[in-house]
């Protein structure tokens, strides 16, 4: 089961579940939110991410759920 993605979530920061900030929701459809990183200067979105990475969509954050694998 996934979190419920809205239009609401654009413009709410992305962080991963340790708390690091990787960017901003661009634009949310068919059930992925396309993110723009921090720090990057492209005019397309830099990272597409399924709503089954999604750990938890809050008033200011989309927190995703990082693999381990370090």
């Known amino acids: ?4 993605l809205t239009e609401d979530a654009v413009g ?3 962080t991963t579940d340790e708390g690091q ?8 459809g068919d059930g992925h939110i396309y993110v ?3 720090g990057e200067g492209d ?4 990272r597409d991410i399924d709503a089954t990475e999604i ?3 809050t ?3 989309v ?3 990082e693999p381990e694998s370090r």
């Not at 900030?21 to 949310?28: D, Y």
């Open 43 to 46: 005019t397309e979105h830099d």
């Open 12 to 14: 709410k920061a992305v």
């Open 63 to 65: 927190i995703i759920a």
């Open 55 to 57: 750990a938890e969509i």
């Open 21 to 28: 900030e990787i960017g901003t929701v661009a634009e949310v």
């Open 59 to 61: 008033d200011d954050e």
């Open 36 to 38: 723009d990183m921090a």
């Open 1 to 4: 089961m996934g979190v419920e």
